[in-house]
């Protein structure tokens, strides 16, 4: 159990368009989801909590213009990169729990590799 | 900035050898977990050691944790070439809200 799944696993936009990324709980509810990003051959890093019917909080430095975040369901969050340009090329990946094993037992999803050119 | 420093950044050993990474990071935590990541790849959690424990084991894996030294190892033993891969820490920062910060990680490489 605890599965979650992201997509796409890869996209390729062009600069100054939007790409949107999901992260879905397949078979439990998840009132926060989690979205890190990981630069090639480094660590990930915490950009925001996703918070269902509310506003996502995000880390210190990620701009929520840039990155914005959406939870409209029990089971979906949603980034969405706009405007993109090549220095957001990363690989974004998000993580959700079960309500009763948070807040541990948090599942990563598979990941999504986005580049832009 | 990120949490955890994990030490060395990369290990290269033989099959049958055992490999040892250590993590150390720079706050009060509630737990330290330990991730693994193939190449592109999301993550797989491999173990979850609290502030209160000293040692976990888990299957071949075990780990370590000395809040005093603000420090933890993950030892793999009898190691296979699919273990492969790279070793993150992360901790909580002492939050309960499920917020996660990673070391840099261990790119281990084994060969057969």
């Known amino acids: 159990g605890a599965v979650v799944s992201q997509h796409p696993s890869r996209v390729i936009c062009k600069s100054g368009t939007s790409v949107k990324i999901e992260c879905r709980s397949l078979?439990?509810?998840?009132?926060?989801m989690f979205w890190y990003r990981q630069f090639p051959k480094k660590s990930l890093m915490l950009m925001a909590t996703?918070?269902?019917?509310?506003?996502?909080?995000?880390e210190q430095g990620v701009e929520k213009d840039k990155f914005l975040i959406n939870h409209a369901s029990l089971t979906l969050s949603t980034l969405t990169v706009t405007s993109a340009h090549p220095e957001d090329s990363s690989f974004y990946i998000c993580?959700?729990?079960?309500?009763?094993?948070?807040?541990?037992?948090?599942?990563f999803g598979s990941g999504t590799r986005l580049t832009v050119v | 900035s990120q949490q955890g420093e994990e030490d060395p950044q990369a290990l290269s050993i033989q099959e049958g050898e055992n490999a040892t990474m250590n993590c150390s990071y720079k706050?009060?935590?509630?737990?330290l977990q330990w991730y693994r990541q193939n190449s592109g790849r999301g993550l797989v959690h491999l173990i979850l050691?609290?502030?209160?424990?000293r040692e976990k084991h888990s299957g071949r894996l075990r780990v370590t944790l000395d809040t005093s030294k603000k420090s933890s190892s993950l030892l793999i033993t009898a190691s296979r070439a699919a273990d492969t891969a790279s070793y993150f820490c992360?901790?909580?920062?002492?939050?309960?809200?499920?917020?996660?910060?990673f070391g840099r990680g261990t790119q281990l490489t084994v060969w057969p």
């Open positions: 993580s959700a729990s079960p309500r009763d094993r948070a807040p541990y037992g948090y599942t």
């Open positions: 078979d439990f509810q998840a009132t926060t």
């Open positions: 996703s918070n269902e019917g509310s506003k996502a909080t995000y």
């Open positions: 706050t009060s935590i509630n737990n």
């Open positions: 050691i609290r502030s209160n424990e």
């Open positions: 992360a901790t909580d920062r002492g939050s309960t809200l499920g917020r996660l910060y």
